[in-house]
């Protein structure tokens, strides 16, 4: 087993260990949402009495749920594309292509990362209007789901690169049709 191998490898399995992690969370955090959004629904029309809480906290659940499945969905493919381009390429040239295409996910996943850390920094400075906690403890999900986004364009990019290296030289590359 080469070194590439055995990065790959490694990742794979941690980003499998937080997939299932995040899977959890974006789960319960959906059924306890549609709990508070049923809350406030009863409240709001039965009882004409709003709970003056429930809007924002459903909001912040909403929030982390996104970021919690966006990484998934990444790595398994779920966003939207465009394959037209892709379909083109053929051999090292579809290879290299996904290649740079995984690198420019990159740069905007590091860039992404650093804008989210000062949005955290300066979230803790306000608090929530309807219930006592800093809004920078609410953003916190944006880094670390960037975090996890960045490992999983590590693992795509580390795939890419593994079949570039083993690619199948009988097999003849074809130059982009036109």
């Known amino acids: 087993m080469t070194f ?85 390429f053929k051999g090292r040239f579809l290879i290299l292509f996904e290649m740079i295409i995984h690198i420019l996910i990159l740069l905007f996943i590091i860039n992404f990362f650093y804008q989210s850390l000062s949005f955290v920094q300066s979230g803790m400075g306000a608090r929530a209007y309807s219930f006592d906690l800093q809004i920078g403890y609410i953003y916190l999900i944006l880094p670390i789901s960037f975090t996890c986004m960045f490992l999983v364009s590590m693992e795509h990019l580390l795939t890419r690169i593994k079949r570039l290296i083993v690619y199948d030289s009988s097999v003849k590359d074809l130059i982009p049709s036109v």
Request: glycine share 4%; net charge positive.
């Open 4 to 88: 590439l191998d055995l990065i790959q490898k490694y990742l794979s399995l941690f980003n499998n260990f937080v997939q299932k992690i995040a899977s959890f969370i974006a789960g319960t955090l959906i059924g306890v949402m549609t709990l508070v959004i049923l809350y406030m629904v009863y409240f709001r029309y039965v009882l004409n009495d709003t709970p003056y809480w429930s809007e924002e906290v459903a909001r912040c659940m909403m929030l982390w749920m996104t970021f919690c499945v966006l990484p998934i969905s990444y790595r398994i493919g779920g966003n939207v594309s465009i394959n037209i381009l892709l379909n083109k």
